[in-house]
């Protein structure tokens, strides 16, 4: 589907999205109060675009 959603990687094997999203970790921190923060880490161009898309389309 993120191909056919996001024209950046239209050209990309399914193949490489998948590898590109399975690298990408999130990491979350329960705070004393309670809140919890969220860090995430080893970005790379594709699932960059696709994180910073998501936010757009939620």
Known sequence: MM???FEE???RSTK???KSL???TLTVN???NG???YIFANFDK???L???RMGEIW
């Open 3 to 5: 191909r056919y959603e």
């Open 50 to 52: 696709i994180v910073a």
């Open 35 to 37: 809140v919890k923060k």
């Open 9 to 11: 990687v239209k050209h």
């Open 30 to 32: 329960f705070l004393k």
């Open 16 to 18: 490489f999205i998948k």
């Open 46 to 48: 594709i699932n960059s």
């Open 22 to 24: 399975s690298n990408l």
